[in-house]
């Protein structure tokens, strides 16, 4: 693949989120406001009760972590991965910390996961169904070696819970 723009979940759109995984939520969300802005930052803990089905490296996951919201657009996503393994933790134990992938927000992730996999991305993790009704899904694809970032198919939930916390 030599075009980021054909990626079928790009699909000539920008990108919907910027996702960073950090170490420490709190001191992550005091440095990005500072820098961003965007408040006030919702927040949400994913994990087993909250996101019915998991997947990591195409078997069955059982990973949480904590995420924060701002208003921007795109939207930054703060994530601090607390059990694992995930590929969040992979990322933090090679030593990286910051930008770790791009968000698309699409229509469905049935058909993001079918059409990457015919561009030949494999998903790496996935997480479905963490909507109020069930709908909501995301998925990440194992682009780094072709763009130097992980890309991410996002199906926003027709209506999300209420944020575990918000900040500030």
Not at 45 to 69: D, K, N, W
Not at 106 to 133: F, H, K, N, R
Request: net charge negative; hydrophobic share 35%; glycine share 14%.
């Amino acid at each position: 693949m030599s075009d980021l723009a054909r990626l079928p979940i790009i699909d000539g759109r920008g990108a919907s989120q910027i996702g960073i995984v950090v170490p420490d939520l709190e001191a992550a969300l005091e440095r990005y406001d500072g820098l961003w802005g965007g408040g006030p930052w919702r927040g949400f803990t994913y994990g087993a009760g909250f996101i019915p089905e998991v997947r990591y490296r195409g078997e069955p996951g059982s990973y949480t972590m904590r995420i924060a919201l701002n208003q921007l657009t795109p939207q930054i996503e703060l994530i601090q991965p607390l059990d694992g393994p995930s590929i969040y933790h992979e990322f933090l134990e090679r030593g990286s910390t910051g930008l770790h992938h791009l968000g698309f927000w699409v229509d469905s992730i049935d058909e993001s996961l079918a059409s990457m996999a015919a561009a030949g991305y494999e998903c790496t993790q996935s997480g479905c169904g963490y909507g109020l009704d069930g709908d909501g899904g995301y998925a990440y694809f194992d682009t780094e070696r072709d763009f130097g970032v992980i890309l991410e198919a996002i199906e926003v939930p027709k209506r999300r819970r209420e944020p575990d916390f918000t900040w500030p």
